[in-house]
């Protein structure tokens, strides 16, 4: 169990810093096209945060994780894959992902905060 948790732990703080360094790269970048691409990126992630924090997408997504290690004969109970995916969300909003549908929405001028 401890290898699993290693693993998880590996896996979150991976994603937490390719995340981390894709928002830095992107407030900083001078050139556009590259600025471009990581908007995409970040908008693809920023896209799923919204997705997980639906409920029923929510358990579709454990769900969808849970039958995904079940193949790998890796079997981890609903509540733990749930608080990964927590903390893993929750840490990516607090990093400072922007919230590019918002600015996107307010670029078309359809919905004025």
């Given at each position: 169990m401890n290898y699993i948790m290693a693993i998880g732990l590996g896996v979150i703080a991976g994603a937490v810093l390719f995340i981390w360094s894709l928002v830095m790269l992107w407030q900083h970048v001078d050139n556009p096209k590259i600025k471009e691409h990581l908007q995409i990126l970040l908008y693809f992630v920023d896209e799923q945060c919204d997705e997980y924090e639906i409920p029923?997408?929510?358990?579709?997504?454990?769900?969808?994780?849970?039958?995904?290690l079940g193949w790998?004969?890796?079997?981890?109970?609903?509540?733990?894959?749930?608080?990964?995916?927590?903390?893993?969300?929750?840490?990516?909003?607090?990093?400072g992902v922007p919230d590019l549908h918002q600015a996107e929405v307010n670029e078309n001028g359809t919905n004025q905060p």
């Open positions: 029923a997408r929510r358990i579709a997504i454990i769900m969808a994780i849970q039958q995904l790998k004969r890796l079997f981890l109970p609903t509540i733990v894959v749930g608080f990964v995916l927590d903390v893993l969300v929750k840490v990516i909003r607090k990093i």
